[in-house]
């Protein structure tokens, strides 16, 4: 069921100061109960790794997210799971998100889990119990741009991808949205040829979303935008 999405990025940042970036790059789709078994000299580009997510300490991806379940007195009781991420690439990987759509026994997705990572390396789940067309809401819970304080509201439509990617976040506080993202591309198949068209056309693809971020906030902050001091508990790694 593995497949590739070369997708577009965008974010809108509509207050203090209006801003927009766009990042052309590319994800995973992937069940990790089966992940994709690619040729060896392949391995490089695409490795998926338990470390990198949920709290780092559990032997497997599946593993972890259903401790993490557990602990919020959930269970899948057998269901599939289906995930969205970046893989690391030549051992790097930076995810700003990853998405679990976590599925019943009857197939039908039950739960939705939203893995926010920052670029201080601390990370973060949002447990969210969709409506049918995928949308859902939450408290801010975490820092995760220096421009902005932990405080208000997401709110997030996450359908479960098909032949099309399009997932959006809006972040409201009380004067109004502070921030969009949207996510949109179109499915491919996982081939070895494909990887490698992505990888050319996107070279070191984790890194290159993780220093856009950087230079586009030594841009806001030369434009004098105010850095949010974090609280203790905002680089945290989190799995609850």
């Not at 970046?86 to 930076?94: K, M, T």
């Not at 969210?128 to 975490?142: E, I, M, N, V, Y």
């Not at 506080?173 to 499915?187: K, L």
């Not at 979303?209 to 004098?224: C, P, S, T």
Request: hydrophobic share 40%.
């Amino acid at each position: 069921m593995a497949a590739l999405y070369p997708c577009t990025i965008t974010h809108v940042r509509a207050r203090p100061t209006r801003y927009t970036l766009r990042h052309r790059t590319y994800l995973w789709l992937v069940d990790p109960d089966h992940l994709p078994r690619l040729p060896w000299p392949l391995r490089v580009l695409a490795r998926f790794d338990a470390r990198d997510h949920f709290g780092g300490d559990r032997p497997t991806i599946r593993a972890g997210l259903d401790a993490f379940l557990a602990r919020n007195g959930l269970r899948l009781d057998g269901g599939m799971v289906t995930m969205l991420t970046q893989a690391r690439v030549f051992g790097y990987v930076f995810n700003p998100l990853t998405v679990y759509w976590c599925h019943g026994p009857d197939g039908g997705v039950r739960y939705v889990v939203a893995e926010v990572h920052n670029t201080y390396g601390g990370r973060h789940c949002y447990l969210l119990r969709p409506a049918p067309d995928g949308s859902a809401s939450t408290a801010k819970q975490f820092y995760v741009s220096p421009f902005f304080a932990v405080d208000g509201h997401y709110r997030m439509r996450l359908p479960l991808p098909r032949q099309s990617l399009d997932l959006t976040v809006h972040l409201d506080r009380s004067e109004g949205r502070a921030f969009s993202a949207r996510v949109r591309g179109e499915r491919r198949s996982a081939t070895a040829a494909q990887l490698l068209r992505l990888a050319v056309r996107h070279p070191l693809s984790p890194l290159a979303a993780a220093a856009a971020i950087r230079f586009h906030g030594v841009r806001l902050y030369l434009r004098g935008l105010p850095v949010q001091p974090r609280r203790g508990d905002d680089t945290r790694k989190d799995s609850a």
